[in-house]
């Protein structure tokens, strides 16, 4: 098979878009108290298919760093603009999430500062940095250290206020960071004690960013067949796959905690993903359905944003004293079939927003 190169990787909008869509789906259920099992994140340890959504986006930021950065990177003269460009977009994704917080929970002494669009906004500057002005020898040594050292501090550096390492929710060594630069106030509501997107697991986090880094080097490379690029992806994916599973054994995979052996398991996955859309669309042009998923990923921050507010407002409107969920979907099936359903249908809703801007070819860039 001839080597195939494109400008833009159709493949990995493709992923993009998938990831998006699935964030909707198990962002948005007609009822919380009613999902099936794997829309639904772990519990702690473990890993459902809803908790390799979040690393596959810091994957695919990795992936897509290369392909919009490797021909401007190449010339010394552009890397200090980049670096500024990278750190304005950085700041800019968590400018949008503390405002999105703000217009729909305007509560200032409750508001939650980490979080999802933070992390994001935190791991793409810092690899964004690393592709410019690193080498891939440091990356990959960066990658091991990273996932090394995250191991070792969490699993036998003791926690200040209880003398003991520990991997529990609200008494691991990222909980208590979190609480001493935050406070409790500003931390997941769900908890006040500890958050899923703290600023310590924000360490391993940036090893996924890596982790595609290497991967979209790999895809972009021209002295290799499109046969040979994929076989060994599937075989990466496959071994960060076993030895994340491994590693289990001694520091379980969590999502929550963003562990080491979570690392390698997850990127294993997006590795294999990955190696999958790369083969049948660009490889083997199967695209006829992909057009469902490509409004999703060209414009996959516009999306993320319309999820949060259309639910919202969806949400606050009544007949009577019955919401839009309890009169068109709650009636009609069982109780996990209607939360799907209206899941289904919230994601279709934000699909045609998407798709008006798709075919408009406005993209709104960050």
């Given at each position: 098979?001839?080597?195939?190169?494109?400008?833009?990787?159709?493949?990995?909008?493709?992923?993009?878009?998938?990831?998006?869509?699935?964030?909707?789906?198990?962002?948005?259920?007609?009822d919380?108290?009613h999902?099936?099992?794997?829309?639904?994140?772990?519990?702690?340890?473990?890993?459902?298919?809803?908790?390799?959504?979040f690393?596959?986006?810091?994957?695919?930021v990795?992936?897509?760093?290369?392909?919009?950065?490797?021909?401007?990177?190449?010339?010394?003269?552009?890397?200090?603009?980049?670096?500024?460009?990278?750190?304005?977009?950085?700041?800019?994704?968590?400018?949008?999430?503390?405002?999105?917080?703000?217009?729909?929970?305007?509560?200032?002494?409750?508001?939650?500062?980490?979080?999802?669009?933070?992390?994001?906004?935190?791991?793409?500057?810092?690899?964004?940095?690393?592709?410019?002005?690193?080498?891939?020898?440091?990356r990959?040594?960066?990658?091991?250290?990273?996932?090394?050292?995250?191991?070792?501090?969490?699993?036998?550096?003791?926690?200040?206020?209880?003398?003991?390492?520990?991997?529990?929710p609200?008494?691991?060594?990222?909980?208590?960071?979190?609480?001493?630069?935050?406070?409790?106030?500003?931390?997941?509501?769900?908890?006040?004690?500890?958050?899923?997107?703290?600023?310590?697991g924000?360490?391993?986090?940036?090893?996924?960013?890596?982790?595609?880094?290497?991967?979209?080097?790999?895809?972009?490379?021209?002295?290799?067949?499109?046969?040979?690029?994929?076989?060994?992806?599937?075989?990466?994916?496959?071994?960060?796959?076993?030895?994340?599973?491994?590693?289990?054994?001694?520091?379980?995979?969590?999502?929550?905690?963003?562990?080491?052996?979570?690392?390698?398991?997850?990127?294993?996955?997006?590795?294999?993903?990955?190696?999958?859309?790369?083969?049948?669309?660009d490889?083997?042009?199967?695209?006829?359905f992909?057009?469902?998923?490509?409004?999703?990923?060209?414009?996959?921050?516009?999306?993320?944003?319309?999820s949060?507010?259309?639910?919202?407002?969806?949400?606050?409107?009544?007949?009577?004293?019955?919401?839009?969920?309890?009169?068109?979907?709650?009636?009609?099936?069982?109780?996990?079939?209607?939360?799907?359903?209206?899941?289904?249908?919230m994601?279709?809703?934000?699909?045609?927003?998407?798709?008006?801007?798709?075919?408009?070819?406005?993209v709104?860039?960050?």
């Amino acid at each position: 098979m001839s080597n195939t190169q494109h400008s833009r990787l159709l493949s990995l909008d493709v992923f993009r878009g998938v990831t998006i869509a699935a964030m909707i789906l198990v962002n948005d259920p007609g009822d919380w108290g009613h999902i099936y099992a794997p829309l639904e994140h772990s519990k702690w340890n473990g890993c459902t298919p809803t908790d390799l959504i979040f690393p596959f986006f810091l994957f695919i930021v990795g992936v897509s760093i290369v392909y919009a950065m490797e021909r401007k990177a190449a010339d010394p003269r552009n890397q200090s603009s980049m670096i500024w460009g990278a750190l304005r977009r950085g700041v800019l994704l968590i400018l949008i999430s503390l405002t999105i917080h703000i217009i729909l929970h305007p509560d200032f002494a409750h508001m939650r500062f980490p979080g999802v669009l933070q992390r994001i906004g935190v791991v793409f500057f810092i690899c964004a940095v690393l592709y410019i002005k690193a080498s891939q020898k440091v990356r990959d040594w960066l990658f091991v250290i990273l996932l090394v050292g995250y191991y070792l501090l969490m699993t036998f550096v003791p926690v200040p206020d209880t003398g003991v390492a520990s991997l529990l929710p609200a008494t691991n060594m990222g909980a208590w960071v979190d609480r001493m630069v935050f406070s409790t106030n500003h931390l997941w509501s769900e908890s006040h004690t500890w958050d899923p997107e703290g600023l310590l697991g924000t360490l391993p986090a940036i090893a996924t960013g890596l982790f595609g880094i290497r991967i979209g080097s790999w895809l972009k490379r021209k002295d290799r067949e499109d046969s040979v690029k994929v076989s060994w992806m599937f075989t990466y994916g496959v071994l960060a796959v076993i030895l994340g599973l491994i590693w289990d054994l001694f520091f379980p995979i969590n999502k929550a905690l963003w562990t080491s052996s979570f690392v390698l398991y997850a990127g294993g996955w997006a590795t294999i993903a990955l190696a999958g859309f790369y083969w049948l669309i660009d490889v083997q042009g199967y695209k006829n359905f992909t057009g469902f998923f490509l409004p999703f990923g060209a414009n996959a921050i516009t999306a993320y944003v319309l999820s949060d507010f259309v639910p919202h407002y969806i949400n606050k409107i009544r007949f009577g004293n019955s919401s839009i969920y309890q009169i068109l979907f709650e009636p009609y099936s069982s109780p996990f079939n209607a939360s799907l359903a209206s899941a289904i249908v919230m994601t279709l809703l934000i699909w045609v927003l998407m798709w008006i801007l798709y075919i408009r070819k406005i993209v709104i860039k960050v």
